[in-house]
């Protein structure tokens, strides 16, 4: 027989005390003897609910706190449990107006405030969830969790070092915070403070080992590798790729970039990302324009200083203006500079949508009725893949600044060549796949190169030795490529390693990696950045050969070098990061500076450092080609890539699906 009333409040008290210690089996049975008393018993409704949902059985709970609100319409505790089960079960609005209900009822329940300003933030509603949060610690101001979730809101701002201070407010209080490590490190990363993001990493891993799975364990490698910390890597990169390879959720793709990692690798990776959301609705929903001109919008967080403008400026400028109505829409704001005074004026239209949600986004490109977009961005920093998601228009193209294929149904074509992307490797890509005829990478022909070439006493560079460089960014470094530079530098009497300066930390562990290879670490002579480009480029004239990185090779940094003199030698990998600076060697005429093998890379480096004859030969080529090969011919990269769209346009016009096609020369 069920229990009587009197009963029943005596088994509840049982029941929490249960809960209380932890006896969870117990007090879901005693709550259950409790509803058989008394089906409309709210707390035993409600502690069900709770139950359920510390078992991740967020249904069962929505139905738990559902009933226990039938009892109690306005009671705020369970109002805010239910609208956790609606958050957690995905309908994200039906939440919100959970919490703001149970607001109304108790103004001062910080819980409910910080677990709103978490929905927001996901919504993108950032700055609202800013003003929750500070809500919560203005009731609450120990509250860890609030000053967690502030610190995640001011990491979607962009707001990173504010992000740190709030993020040691939290671990101030709760110093084993896993979650307030973990966005410390997010921010530290943002901020180029490696060093101190790899420790947070690990900190972070220490106290969460399920963390990795949160894509964390490719946001660690990756802050290793930056500051070229190889300790234990092979055992760090096996682990990473065995977990892409077995479809968890380990790393975001552009991670695995400077690994060994394969085309399957990478487009499992991708694959794994964008399955890991749900997927929105789309905007465009079919409809065929008809326009005088294509509209053509390039998506970027990059139309600023920064190596993406400085390849496509002159791109921007060729267009067509008669056949190609343009728009420029800007992921970020930009600071004033000569190159974004330049992008800026050769868009008809610029939008600066950095304040812009993704949804927002995408309905003015639908309002616009733009044909084609272009995402320059991909897997990078601060992309907006939420955009493209929503396809917002007809034909979307993955273009230059991710290199390789975004995995995702909602990008129609990927702008290659046939050096970056052989057919045989066309089962890799998500995308249909577009070949240009000389190379796939847009280059600026009015690039400014300082007159003055500086002294290489100016540059910290000693006048008489053989200097080998390589400006790559650290992360691309591995300990077998440096192996092969440091048995060129043995071999090569006096001659040094120009790299780039980076973290203190990065340049610490090479110069300590090239003493264990018995090579003096002041063989190796960083070269801090430049304020202005022209600069950067000028002083490239003083090295004699520049190496290049195996997985991730140099990208704009082997056109930097080229365009300022500099031969390029460079050996072919498997993947399009690690094929790119062969496409731009073939394109200028040199592919006898391509090799299939390190041995071969090695061999013709010591050959050229060892014959002057031989390697100003190859300098003068190198300058003859450089104003007469398609490599830096803008206006013939421009004929070629419009080509591309018009034949993209084409197929959409006539109700055909997207294919692979190459463009004739022109």
């Not at 109002?79 to 919490?99: C, K, P, W």
């Not at 440091?486 to 610490?508: F, H, Q, Y």
Request: with cysteine.
């Amino acid at each position: 027989m069920p229990p009587s009333i009197p009963q029943s409040q005596q088994i509840l008290a049982r029941a929490i005390a249960a809960h209380q210690t932890g006896n969870i089996a117990q007090a879901e049975f005693l709550y259950k003897m409790v509803l058989q008393a008394d089906k409309r018993q709210f707390e035993a409704l409600h502690m069900l609910g709770l139950i359920e949902a510390q078992r991740g059985n967020f249904t069962a709970g929505f139905e738990h706190f559902k009933k226990a609100l039938r009892v109690r319409p306005n009671a705020p505790e369970a109002l805010i449990n239910f609208g956790r089960m609606q958050s957690e079960l995905g309908d994200h609005d039906a939440a919100v107006a959970t919490y703001k209900k149970a607001l109304t009822l108790d103004p001062k329940s910080a819980l409910a405030h910080s677990n709103l300003s978490i929905i927001l933030r996901r919504q993108g509603k950032a700055e609202e969830a800013l003003s929750h949060c500070d809500a919560a610690l203005e009731i609450a101001p120990n509250y860890a969790d609030a000053w967690n979730n502030r610190g995640n809101v001011l990491l979607q701002l962009r707001r990173y070092r504010e992000a740190i201070g709030t993020y040691d407010r939290a671990l101030a209080l709760v110093p084993d915070l896993a979650e307030s490590w973990l966005g410390r490190a997010t921010a530290l990363l943002e901020l180029k403070r490696f060093a101190e993001a790899f420790a947070a990493y690990e900190r972070a891993l220490s106290l969460d080992a399920g963390l990795a799975l949160s894509f964390v364990a490719g946001h660690r490698l990756y802050a290793k590798l930056s500051i070229c910390e190889w300790t234990n890597l092979d055992a760090d990169i096996s682990r990473l790729l065995d977990g892409v390879r077995e479809r968890k959720t380990v790393s975001v793709p552009f991670a695995l970039l400077p690994l060994p990692s394969t085309p399957a690798d990478q487009l499992r990776c991708a694959q794994i990302n964008i399955e890991y959301g749900s997927p929105p609705d789309p905007i465009w929903k079919g409809e065929s324009y008809a326009h005088e001109r294509i509209r053509i919008a390039y998506l970027s967080s990059d139309l600023r200083e920064h190596a993406v403008a400085h390849l496509t400026v002159g791109l921007f400028e060729h267009h067509d203006k008669s056949r190609f109505e343009t728009t420029a829409i800007s992921f970020e704001t930009a600071r004033d500079s000569q190159i974004g005074r330049r992008i800026t004026a050769a868009f008809e239209r610029f939008i600066d949508a950095s304040a812009q949600s993704d949804q927002e986004i995408a309905e003015l490109i639908r309002q616009l009725e733009i044909d084609i977009v272009v995402d320059l961005n991909g897997f990078t920093r601060n992309a907006r893949l939420g955009v493209f998601a929503r396809r917002p228009a007809p034909i979307q193209v993955n273009y230059l600044g991710y290199a390789g294929t975004m995995g995702a149904d909602f990008y129609d074509y990927i702008v290659a060549d046939s050096t970056i992307l052989p057919k045989e490797h066309f089962p890799f890509y998500s995308e249909k796949v577009v070949w240009l005829p000389d190379c796939f990478m847009a280059n600026d022909d009015k690039r400014p190169i300082a007159e003055r070439t500086p002294s290489r006493s100016e540059v910290n560079l000693p006048e008489n030795a053989f200097v080998f460089f390589s400006f790559n960014q650290p992360y691309k470094i591995e300990p077998t490529i440096f192996d092969v530079w440091m048995r060129l530098l043995a071999a090569i009497d006096g001659s040094v390693l120009w790299l780039k300066e980076s973290e203190a930390a990065a340049s610490c562990n090479l110069r300590l990696e090239a003493q264990r290879r018995g090579i003096s670490p002041e063989r190796l002579i960083f070269a801090p950045s430049l304020p202005d480009p022209a600069d950067h480029l000028a002083r490239q004239r003083q090295a004699d050969l520049f190496l290049d990185t195996r997985y991730y090779n140099a990208h704009t940094t082997t056109a930097d070098a080229l365009w300022a003199g500099v031969p390029v030698v460079t050996c072919l990998g498997s993947t399009f990061a690690a094929r790119v600076a062969a496409s731009l060697l073939r394109a200028v005429g040199l592919p006898e500076l391509v090799k299939n093998s390190l041995a071969e890379y090695e061999a013709l480096a010591l050959k050229l450092a060892r014959e002057p004859e031989l390697l100003s030969s190859i300098r003068a080529k190198l300058a003859r080609n450089r104003n007469t090969f398609p490599l830096f011919d803008t206006a013939r990269f421009t004929r070629h890539i419009e080509a591309a769209y018009v034949t993209m346009w084409e197929r959409a016009q006539r109700g055909e699906p997207p294919e692979s096609f190459a463009v004739a020369p022109r």
